[in-house]
């Protein structure tokens, strides 16, 4: 599995970015995807997870209410809309996938579980 993340950039304190991910392989609907990010200095850390279906999300406290989490399937593609952006949000973030047939946020919340990964894509929020 391949994964590749793309729509970052460059975007003001209180802006929106879109960002996706494109899976390749036949699998991809069965897989459980996350967000992760790592700012410069700190460890990565979890974004949001989602399952197989889409239809169970979940979403880190420091983010909740701004981000949100989905998937289309037919596209192979995950997707992070973030609203609300704040300085705080800067960071290189990153798509993963869970290949077990399962979902466990709270594996994923501890930064375990994910075997592919993607080269992350960079997201700068100016104050």
């Known amino acids: 599995v391949q994964l590749q993340a793309s729509g970052g950039g460059l975007v003001q304190a209180g802006g929106s970015l879109r960002l996706s991910c494109a899976a390749s392989g036949r699998a991809f609907s069965s897989f459980a995807m996350g967000w992760f990010r790592q700012a410069p200095g700190k460890e990565r850390e979890f974004v949001a997870a989602i399952s197989a279906s889409g239809d169970v999300t979940y979403h880190a406290d420091s983010v909740k209410g701004r981000f949100t989490i989905s998937r289309d399937n037919a596209k192979n593609t995950v997707y992070l809309q973030m609203n609300s952006l704040k300085p705080e949000d800067t960071a290189v973030y990153y798509c993963?996938?869970?290949?077990?047939?399962?979902?466990?946020?709270?594996?994923?919340?501890?930064?375990?579980?994910?075997?592919?990964w993607g080269k992350g894509t960079q997201v700068t929020v100016s104050s």
């Open positions: 993963a996938a869970d290949s077990s047939g399962g979902y466990n946020s709270g594996v994923y919340r501890r930064g375990n579980g994910m075997d592919y």
